[in-house]
Each structure stands twice: as structure tokens, then as C-alpha cells.
């Protein structure tokens, strides 16, 4: 049976979520489905190609069937809170989705949902393109610090009390927001920076439309 090009990446991942992205190699995954590394290279240049296969392969079901008429505050909300949920889907899928310029369909997709959300806010195509960049790289990087935090608990208490104990002369206005930056409440972290991100388009759309009021 030939090698096929989604059996690879199904396979690929498999090898992600046991070994993580620094272990996961072009030789241990030709293992994995059974073939010899050259193999692979009939579908897949090197591992930088392979990786934009599957952050491709991450968006499968991100800014689909999005209802019209959608406030466009919502819409990007939807659109940020699906994917980040597909990068948390696999272990590592935040870094492995980092640094990838993938054209396919399903990166263009999330990324076109997110500029015509803020089109439909009013704000100019290029910078509406800029803005739904900005949102895509805010959610990836909140996902690598997600993931990248400590599973064990005795860990993450060490971490609070040096993060405290550190705070507490040197540094005022940490000292005084300790209590909210070590709540671990992500989902409310993270929709609260990205309403700072909406925040500042708004802020943006009233000023340019007061300007031409004058």
C-alpha cells in the first residue's frame, strides 16, 4: 500500500503527544508508519515542511460556519477561543504552529474569518488583515506559555511563592496585582487580553470617526 500523505501526519501527531516536539524526528516517525526515512521525503521536503502540514492539519475545524449577522466582537472571540483550542488539542501544538507560513486552506480560512470580522467593524482592509494577525499571534503565544507551564502542582507552588516572595519590595505594581496575575483562571486571562487587543480597535474606529466629523 502507498504511503499516504494523511496517514503520515495522523501519525506524526501521535508521535508529538508521546514525545513532544523536541523528540519528535523525521527517523522516529518513519518507524512509527513502518517505512525508512527517505521515504518520506516523496511527500515532505524536510521537517519544517512536515510541521506546516500539520499546523494546517490543526486548523481542520477553526472559523467554520461562522452565523451571519455575527457582532464582529463576537466573531473574534468565537474564531480566538477555537483556536486556541486547536493548538491545545496536541502536546505542543502552539510551538509546533509557531514560525510556520503555511498558504493552505485552512490557515487562509481562520486568518480570513478574523480580517473580515474587522472589515465588518469598519476598519480598512490592510489593517484589518494586520489586526487578525495580531489576534492569531496573541492566541499562540498565550498557548506556548499555557503549555509550557508545569503539570506538577508542587511545581506551580514554588513558582507562586518565588514570584511573591520577589515582588514584594522591589517591584510596587506587580506587588499590587500579584493576586490577579497568579489567579489560574486562563480562560478568563485569556479573554480578557483579547478584549484589550478589541479595545484598542474600537478605540481606534471612534477616533477616526470623530475625526471626520470635524
Not at 14 to 33: I, Q, Y
Request: hydrophobic share 45%.
Amino acid at each position: 500500500m502507498a504511503l499516504q500523505r494523511d496517514r503520515i501526519i495522523e501519525s506524526a501527531f501521535r508521535l508529538l503527544d508521546e514525545e513532544g516536539l523536541d523528540g519528535m524526528t523525521l527517523r522516529k516517525l518513519a518507524c512509527g508508519v513502518g517505512v525508512r526515512a527517505p521515504s518520506l521525503y516523496w511527500h515532505f521536503r524536510d521537517k519544517r515542511d512536515l510541521l506546516d502540514a500539520m499546523s494546517d492539519a490543526l486548523l481542520e475545524d477553526v472559523a467554520r460556519d461562522l452565523p451571519d449577522g455575527l457582532p464582529w466582537r463576537e466573531a473574534v472571540h468565537r474564531v480566538g477561543a477555537e483556536l486556541r483550542q486547536a493548538f491545545k488539542s496536541r502536546r505542543d501544538g502552539a510551538r509546533v504552529y509557531a514560525g510556520t507560513f503555511a498558504v493552505s486552506r485552512n490557515v487562509l480560512r481562520t486568518a480570513d474569518a478574523l480580517a473580515r470580522a474587522f472589515g465588518e467593524a469598519g476598519v480598512a482592509p490592510e489593517d484589518a488583515a494586520i489586526a487578525g494577525m495580531q489576534v492569531m499571534h496573541y492566541v499562540l503565544g498565550f498557548v506556548i506559555e499555557e503549555q509550557a507551564l508545569p503539570t506538577d502542582p508542587a511545581q506551580v507552588e514554588l513558582l507562586k511563592t518565588a514570584f511573591v516572595e520577589a515582588v514584594e519590595h522591589d517591584y510596587p505594581s506587580l506587588r499590587a496585582a500579584r493576586d490577579g496575575l497568579l489567579r489560574p483562571d486562563f480562560d478568563a486571562r485569556f479573554a480578557a487580553g483579547l478584549d484589550l487587543l478589541l479595545d484598542g480597535v474600537q478605540a481606534r474606529l471612534d477616533s477616526a470617526r470623530q475625526e471626520a466629523r470635524r
